[in-house]
C-alpha cells in the first residue's frame, strides 16, 4: 500500500508567512533564519532590531523585521503580514534571583507582561485571520524547563511560563478542529544573550557539562530552531498541545547526577 506523505525532502514551509516576536536575536533568530531557509515569508517583531544574518535564500524565503515592543505595541501592523504560524517567543526573568517573599507587586506586573500577557494578546489578535484564511496554522511558545521543574529565586517566572504551557493544551484543544496547531518549545542551556553560558562558566569548569546535563552543553539557538521547524512544518501535522524539550534532557534528568566513581545520585555530596 502506497502512503501519502509530506514528508518528502526539500523546503518545509514554501508559501507559508510566519511571525516571530524576539526574532532579531538568540533563539528568535535561529528560528527565523531556519524558516526562511525552509522557503517562508518571516517578519520578525523585534524591540531591538539588529541587521539581518545570512540565510540561504535558495527556498525563496524572506526575513523583515520591525520594531516592535510586545508589551505596548498594537497587533494592527504585524496583522498585515497574514501570518499562518506564529511563534511566541519573548520572555525573561528579568531579575537576579531573590526569594518571593522579598518580590513586590510590580515585580509580579513586569513578569506577567513579558511572560505571559502578550502571548495571550498576539495570539488572540492572529487567530481570526488563520482561522478565516482557512490554511491552517502552528503557534509555537516558547516557555521554559523551569515551567515543568523548579526554581527556586524565580517562584513567578516559573508560574506565569507553568500558565503558558496550559494555556498551549487548551487553546490546542479549542481550535484544533479549524486546522491550527498550537504547541510549546521548553528550552534550557542554550547560549544567548540571555543565558550567555560563555560567561558564565569559567574555563576550569568547561569539564562538568556533562554533569550538569545529559547531552552536555551548552546548547545552540539552532538546536530550538529544529525543533520550531518540526513544529511549523508539516512533519507535525498530527502533533498538538504539547511540549519538546530542547534541554539536553534536563528536564527528564530532574535532580540526578553522575557520580565521579560511576552510576549516579540524586544525594550529591558536593553540589
Ligand atoms: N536561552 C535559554 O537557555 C532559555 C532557557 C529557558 C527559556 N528560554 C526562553 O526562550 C526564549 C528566547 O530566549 P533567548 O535566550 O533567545 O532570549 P534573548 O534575551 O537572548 O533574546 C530575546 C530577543 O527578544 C527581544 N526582546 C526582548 N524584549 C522584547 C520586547 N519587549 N518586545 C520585543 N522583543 C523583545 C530581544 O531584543 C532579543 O532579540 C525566551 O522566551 C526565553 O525565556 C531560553
Given at each position: 500500500m502506497l502512503h501519502s506523505s509530506a514528508f518528502t525532502p526539500g523546503a518545509l514551509l514554501t508559501g507559508r508567512r510566519a511571525l516571530v516576536t524576539g526574532g532579531a536575536a538568540g533563539i528568535g533568530a535561529a528560528i527565523a533564519h531556519a524558516f526562511a531557509?525552509?522557503?517562508?515569508?518571516?517578519?520578525?517583531?523585534?524591540i531591538a532590531p539588529r541587521a539581518p544574518l545570512d540565510?540561504?535564500?535558495?527556498?525563496?524565503?524572506?526575513?523583515t523585521t520591525v520594531?516592535?515592543?510586545?508589551?505596548?505595541?498594537?497587533?494592527?501592523l504585524l496583522l498585515a503580514h497574514e501570518p499562518d504560524i506564529l511563534v511566541n517567543n519573548v520572555g525573561h526573568y528579568l531579575r537576579p534571583p531573590h526569594l518571593f517573599a522579598d518580590n513586590t507587586v510590580e515585580l509580579w506586573?513586569?513578569?506577567?507582561?513579558?511572560?505571559?500577557?502578550?502571548?495571550?494578546?498576539?495570539?488572540?489578535?492572529v487567530l481570526p485571520g488563520i482561522t478565516e484564511r482557512g490554511r491552517g496554522g502552528s503557534i509555537i511558545n516558547l516557555t521554559t524547563v523551569e515551567a515543568h521543574r523548579a526554581i527556586p529565586g524565580h517562584t513567578v517566572y516559573s508560574a506565569y511560563n507553568a500558565a503558558l504551557t496550559q494555556f498551549t493544551r487548551s487553546l490546542a484543544a479549542e481550535v484544533g478542529p479549524a486546522g491550527?496547531?498550537?504547541?510549546?518549545?521548553?528550552?534550557?542551556?542554550?547560549?544567548?544573550?540571555?543565558v550567555p553560558y560563555a560567561d558564565l562558566v569559567?574555563?576550569?569548569?568547561?569539564?562538568?557539562?556533562?554533569?550538569?546535563?545529559?547531552?552536555?552543553?551548552?546548547?545552540?539557538?539552532?538546536?530550538?530552531?529544529?525543533?520550531a521547524l518540526f513544529l511549523a512544518s508539516g512533519l507535525s501535522r498530527f502533533v498538538t498541545g504539547t511540549t519538546i524539550h530542547v534541554d539536553g534532557g534536563t528536564n527528564a534528568n530532574g535532580g540526578w547526577?553522575?557520580?565521579?566513581?560511576?552510576?549516579?545520585?540524586?544525594r550529591p555530596r558536593n553540589p
Open positions: 531557509a525552509h522557503g517562508a515569508d518571516v517578519l520578525v517583531a523585534d540565510f540561504d535564500p535558495g527556498a525563496g524565503g524572506a526575513i520594531e516592535f515592543d510586545v508589551r505596548t505595541g498594537t497587533a494592527d506586573r513586569e513578569l506577567h507582561e513579558i511572560n505571559l500577557g502578550h502571548v495571550l494578546r498576539l495570539t488572540h489578535a491550527i496547531r498550537v504547541n510549546a518549545i521548553a528550552p534550557d542551556l542554550i547560549e544567548t544573550v540571555q569559567p574555563e576550569e569548569d568547561l569539564p562538568l557539562w556533562p554533569t550538569w546535563s545529559p547531552l552536555g552543553g551548552p546548547g545552540q539557538p539552532e538546536d530550538v530552531a529544529g525543533a547526577s553522575p557520580r565521579s566513581s560511576g552510576g549516579w545520585t540524586n
